[in-house]
């Protein structure tokens, strides 16, 4: 069994940085592809980026393609996304996933979720 806590969110001002942490427990980490997740106010979650269990393959939102970047490190259990030049529509609560599956991620079906932390970008 994999459990997932993130931190890391916060306020920041538009145009700043932030990364993102999603700590793991479970000694089958290493097995399971990784996902982050999003979700604003009144609208439905959202995909952001995925990692292969290798860390070889990622994948990411085209809303954040070249800002964001998803990395993993298995001896910690832990991943990460880093989040460049944020903009107020990256304003939302951020949720780490974990799938045996890569290629469901994008779907937004997995397996285990965690509890999200929030990101807010000021204008």
């Known amino acids: 069994q994999v459990q997932l806590v993130e931190s890391g969110g916060g306020l920041v001002q538009a145009g700043g940085s932030l990364r993102l942490s999603c700590a793991a427990s479970g000694r089958t980490f290493s097995t399971y592809a990784m996902g982050w997740f999003r979700q604003a106010p009144g609208k439905e979650r959202e995909f952001v980026a995925s990692?292969?269990?290798?860390?070889?393959?990622?994948t990411y939102a085209d809303s954040v393609k070249g800002r964001f970047t998803i990395s993993r490190d298995n001896a910690k259990n832990m991943v990460y996304l880093q989040m460049n030049s944020l903009k107020p529509e990256d304003t939302a609560v951020y949720s780490c996933a974990a799938d045996r599956i890569l290629a469901r991620m994008t779907s937004g079906i997995c397996d285990k979720w965690g509890q999200g932390t929030q990101v807010t970008v000021s204008s």
């Open positions: 990692i292969s269990w290798s860390g070889r393959s990622t």
